[in-house]
């Protein structure tokens, strides 16, 4: 899991970087060649598609540990009220 959260954030961080490379070797000095300008673009949707499948494999994980979690303190409460005596209830 934390080996995703490292890959998520590779991704975020390398997505805003490709784009300065375009711009800073490519846009500004108008040099656009078509096979460099090609690969950029190809490993920026690349990137994207990643951060994409790990966000959502993340949420997915989040979501189970979440339900784990709410059924865990549902059956805590369960059981603590099934040991209170009935003169609690009569209060």
Not at 20 to 39: N, Q
Not at 43 to 48: D, E, N, S, W
Request: charged share 20%; aromatic share 18%; proline share 3%.
């Amino acid at each position: 899991m934390l080996g995703g959260f490292v890959l998520a954030t590779a991704a975020e961080l390398l997505g805003p970087y490709l784009v300065k490379i375009f711009i800073d070797d490519y846009l500004t000095p108008r040099r656009l060649d078509f096979a460099p300008l090609f690969w950029l673009a190809l490993a920026y949707i690349g990137v994207l598609f990643l951060k994409t499948f790990i966000s959502y494999f993340q949420l997915i994980q989040f979501q189970k540990l979440a339900l784990k979690v709410i059924q865990s303190l549902r059956m805590d409460v369960f059981t603590k009220v099934h040991q209170l005596g009935m003169r609690y209830f009569e209060r």
